[in-house]
């Protein structure tokens, strides 16, 4: 096995980009295995998770599903709870000798993909005026305060629920679509303010290959 660590340029924002570094990698024709290993946010600028999700969006772009990806978080995030994966010194010697499971990959339209969490939320901090489906059932039809979305480790791929302080709610499906007038997309913490009309997460074609499940 020939494997690969990635992680952000620390303090050097004209450090080569995601999308470059696994270019760079996946010139080895042995490669095998890309480790994943951000640190904080902190000393970064970047959320692990954000860096993890452009990191399997940059593989996918290329057609590099294939390659095993492990995941070494510096701590917890949404991502690990997803997946039950290990963080911090715990991590990397699980992601160097752990086994990858092929898992459902869930992207958006604009090839963005989703590791951890995302929302759908009303623009300038307003309750979210639309609807939202999963698959063809669907999740609500009004205002609400944000619709959550999270990838699942097996069939059909992705969950959503309308969002609440109690547990459970959630309704599964290969993809949860929300058209509103005033609709935001939140990705692994960060917002996008652009509204938009629609923005629906799905799962790709083709799986992808996490180690550690």
Same mark, same amino acid.
């Given at each position: +096995? &020939? ?23 996946? #010139? ?5 295995? /890309? ?7 902190? #000393?970064? =600028? ?7 999700? *452009?990191?399997?969006?940059?593989? +996918? ?20 709870? $997803? ?8 991590? +990397? ?7 990858? !499971? &092929? ?9 963005? $993909?989703? /590791? ?26 009004? *205002? ?5 979305? #999270?990838?699942? %480790? &097996? ?16 309704? !599964? ?7 509103? &007038?005033? %609709?935001?997309?939140?990705?692994? =913490? ?5 509204? $938009? ?12 290959? %996490? /180690?550690?499940?």
């Amino acid at each position: +096995m &020939s494997s690969t660590l990635l992680a952000p340029t620390i303090g050097a924002a004209d450090g080569p980009t995601t999308a470059v570094l696994v270019a760079q990698a996946l #010139e080895d024709p042995d490669l095998t295995r /890309v480790i994943v290993a951000p640190p904080t946010a902190d #000393e970064s =600028g970047v959320q692990p998770d954000v860096f993890l999700s *452009e990191i399997v969006a940059a593989i +996918m772009k290329q057609d590099r599903l294939d390659v095993e990806i492990a995941y070494v978080a510096p701590h917890e995030t949404p991502a690990t709870k $997803v997946y039950n994966l290990k963080h911090g010194a715990n991590a +990397m010697a699980l992601a160097e000798s752990g086994v990858a !499971q &092929s898992l459902p990959l869930i992207r958006d339209d604009a090839a963005t $993909v989703l /590791v951890g969490r995302a929302r759908h939320l009303g623009a300038e901090g307003a309750k979210l005026h639309g609807e939202t489906y999963v698959d063809s059932e669907r999740l609500f039809d009004g *205002e609400v305060d944000a619709v959550e979305i #999270e990838p699942i %480790l &097996s069939e059909p791929g992705v969950r959503g629920r309308v969002a609440r302080w109690l547990p459970g709610g959630w309704k !599964q499906g290969r993809a949860v679509q929300t058209g509103g &007038s005033n %609709l935001v997309v939140e990705r692994e =913490g960060v917002v996008t303010e652009r509204t $938009v009309k629609r923005s629906t997460f799905y799962r790709h074609h083709i799986d992808w290959k %996490l /180690v550690g499940t």
